[in-house]
């Protein structure tokens, strides 16, 4: 009786074992002999917001200067060549809208002689009021600076009159037959810089002085950027003037990327290309080399850093939100013959 149990016993053992090898066999932890990895699930992803539109900022088009070098005043003693003893005076003050000049239009620093051999004016000193608006507007539509346009000058009360009253005609047989000096009888406007065949009698500071006795630049103030301790070596932003539309104008230097005022400082250029051809009824080139007109230049945008009006929009030392204004160049037009300003 016993052992009929301890056999039963054994066979239950080996039933229960077989069953156990089994189930092993059919989907417990193993796998053809290997080990079966956990399956992780991953949760479902969230969807993604929608990107945040990026609106470019508008650019502006309207300005406030009246925090500017204003009130500005002072005056300077100097030998102005065969005039003498002179004393310059300038004083800009500030309204509600309007920044004035009072000046008598006398630079402050040293300049060359006059009379000379291009320019047989004396310096003489002027009556100068000038007013330009303390919120310009830039404008789709540029207007001329000079005689019968809009005016602009220098800090010290010096006008910038880029043109000359030169012309020629078409039919000249030499140059000398040019009127340099009231334009009569000729329609190709002459340039006083960049050309060796008309002499103007500019001083270092491509300035001469106008029948009127009124001393006035031509291009590149240099006495200014000297006189502000600017040179290649140690370059800056310099504000020299304003133009009549209210917006300011820097000579020379401006940083590489406008809008970044740690950006290096380079040589601002202007964007007018010479031309190789000469126009259509223009004095031989022979004559008159190309370079020497006003229409032997072309406004041809991105050859430089300007535009038409050799200005831009950027920061500036004294507008670090940005402003546009207008730059004295040592490449043509040498200053603004337009401006933008409302």
Request: charged fraction near 10%.
């Amino acid at each position: 009786m016993l052992a009929n149990k301890s056999r039963s016993t054994r066979l239950n053992v080996l039933a229960l074992s077989a069953i156990l090898y089994s189930l092993s066999g059919c989907g417990g932890d193993e796998v053809g002999g290997g080990t079966i990895p956990p399956i992780t699930v991953a949760p479902t992803p969230s969807p993604a917001p929608p990107p945040t539109p990026i609106t470019p900022p508008p650019s502006p088009t309207g300005y406030n200067t009246a925090a500017v070098l204003c009130p500005l005043s002072g005056s300077y003693q100097g030998v102005y060549s065969t005039s003498g003893i002179l004393t310059s005076t300038w004083s800009w003050v500030c309204s509600g809208t309007a920044r004035s000049l009072v000046a008598n239009g006398l630079p402050n620093h040293a300049v060359g002689t006059f009379p000379n051999a291009g320019n047989p004016n004396l310096i003489s000193s002027q009556n100068v009021n000038f007013a330009a608006t303390l919120t310009p507007v830039l404008s789709a539509v540029t207007r001329k600076i000079g005689p019968g346009g809009v005016s602009a000058y220098s800090l010290q009360g010096v006008k910038f009159d880029p043109a000359t009253a030169g012309t020629c005609a078409g039919t000249i047989t030499a140059a000398s037959q040019c009127n340099l000096a009231n334009g009569a009888g000729g329609t190709w406007a002459v340039e006083a810089l960049g050309q060796d065949t008309f002499n103007f009698g500019e001083d270092s500071n491509n300035a001469h002085v106008q029948p009127s006795g009124e001393y006035h630049y031509h291009g590149m103030p240099e006495a200014l950027l000297t006189n502000s301790g600017v040179t290649d070596t140690s370059r800056k932003m310099l504000l020299v003037g304003w133009a009549g539309d209210g917006f300011p104008i820097y000579a020379r230097y401006c940083y590489s990327d406008p809008n970044n005022a740690n950006s290096a400082l380079k040589v601002c250029t202007g964007s007018f290309v010479k031309d190789t051809v000469a126009d259509s009824g223009r004095p031989s080139t022979s004559l008159v080399p190309l370079g020497a007109f006003t229409s032997d230049w072309t406004y041809t945008a991105g050859t430089g850093d300007l535009d038409e009006c050799n200005g831009r929009t950027g920061v500036t030392p004294e507008f670090p939100n940005g402003i546009y204004y207008y730059m004295a160049t040592d490449s043509y037009p040498y200053f603004s013959r337009c401006v933008k300003g409302a």
